[in-house]
């Protein structure tokens, strides 16, 4: 009697074990996408003309980046590599001139070599307003070679 | 002496029901084995990349049970407002379109994030299923740079 008692205990526990407990069981799918950092230029003006009185002219652009800061801008003038600023013709006649970089924070000198402005928060898909002027440091006279005087000022997001 | 011989037969009867009958005693074990019913995920897609243009991704993902009958529910982390989205580490947000297919046989039906979907007369046989996902609008130079994610958890019950 004691060994059929234990024996239909046993067999209790079986089918217990499979009749009462609910199961689950789980398994996950990550997604997801990555929105590279980028900056890109907008209203970029064509050309600039300088008057040949020496009075100021300006160009503008705005440069625009999905990030809210962290980036720096660069502004240079190609002539600028080889002595001071100017603007020079198809025969190495040069005209030397000035000129300045104005965006957010700063109005800054480009005669003595390339200027950085960082930018550090607040920016995220804001267009930033920068606006150059140069100007001949001396007007063209009668004696001025005639030609086409020329020079490029640049700017570089890094990012 | 008649006495004596009924004494000697009764005696005799007596003493014999010891020895010429069979006897036994029985006992039994009841044995058996309990297979406990089971659902198990293989195949499981290890990551979605979205596309940024607003085209779908597709994950995959096979279910066996030893069962005939069992339900899956499937929840999207992001699911809030009948809709889905994908989330950066700043918190940004990017609206996503989910579809989900039970098997690979029939084509998905929007998902928007949570839902449960019973099977029957699965019993050993895999369950193919996917889904598809894509971003809602596709990203401009606007959109603030991240990374962006959601996870799409399945739960078998069964």
Redesign the interface.
């Known amino acids: 009697m004691n060994?059929?008692i234990k024996?239909?205990a046993?067999?209790t526990v079986?089918?217990g074990?499979?009749l009462t407990?609910?199961?689950?069981?789980?398994?996950?799918?990550?997604?997801?996408?990555?929105?590279?950092?980028?900056c890109?230029f907008s209203n970029v003006s064509a050309g600039i003309v300088l008057p040949e009185d020496g009075s100021e002219a300006q160009g503008s652009f705005n440069h625009?980046c999905?990030?809210?800061g962290g980036f720096n801008v660069t502004y240079s003038l190609d002539s600028r590599s080889i002595g001071s600023p100017k603007v020079k013709n198809i025969d190495g006649i040069s005209l030397p001139i000035t000129a300045r970089i104005k965006s957010e924070c700063c109005d800054l000198s480009l005669d003595n070599g390339s200027q950085t402005i960082n930018f550090y928060y607040s920016f995220?898909?804001r267009p930033v307003l920068g606006v150059v002027t140069a100007k001949l440091i001396t007007p063209t006279t009668a004696t001025t070679p005639a030609g086409v005087y020329t020079d490029t000022f640049r700017v570089n997001v890094n990012y | 002496m008649k006495t004596f011989t009924k004494f000697a037969v009764f005696a005799a009867m007596l003493v014999g029901s010891g020895l010429t009958q069979a006897a036994t005693t029985t006992?039994?074990?009841?044995?058996?084995?309990?297979?406990?019913?089971?659902?198990?995920?293989s195949n499981?897609?290890?990551?979605?990349?979205?596309?940024?243009d607003g085209t779908k991704?597709r994950?995959s993902?096979t279910l066996m049970c030893n069962t005939g009958s069992f339900s899956v529910e499937y929840a999207a982390n992001s699911h809030a407002n009948g809709s889905t989205s994908?989330t950066?580490t700043n918190g940004k947000k990017?609206n996503t379109l989910m579809n989900i297919s039970r098997v690979d046989w029939e084509p998905g039906f929007p998902f928007n994030g949570s839902g449960s979907v019973g099977y029957g007369g699965f019993y050993g046989i895999p369950v193919n299923g996917f889904?598809e996902?894509g971003?809602q609008s596709p990203?401009t130079?606007?959109?603030?740079?991240?990374?962006?994610?959601?996870?799409?958890?399945?739960?078998?019950?069964?």
């Not at chain 2, 006992?27 to 019913?37: E, H, L």
């Not at chain 2, 499981?44 to 940024?52: K, N």
């Not at chain 2, 991240?146 to 069964?158: A, E, I, P, Q, S």
């Open positions: 060994i059929f024996s239909a046993i067999l079986l089918l074990s499979g407990q609910a199961a689950n069981n789980t398994a996950s799918i990550p997604m997801g996408v990555e929105v590279p950092k980028s890109s625009t999905n990030i809210d995220l898909s | 006992a039994s074990i009841p044995m058996g084995v309990d297979v406990p019913k089971s659902c198990t995920f499981v897609s290890a990551g979605i990349i979205i596309p940024e991704a994950g993902f994908l950066s990017l889904f996902v971003l990203i130079a606007t959109t603030e740079a991240g990374v962006y994610t959601d996870t799409l958890n399945m739960n078998v019950t069964y």
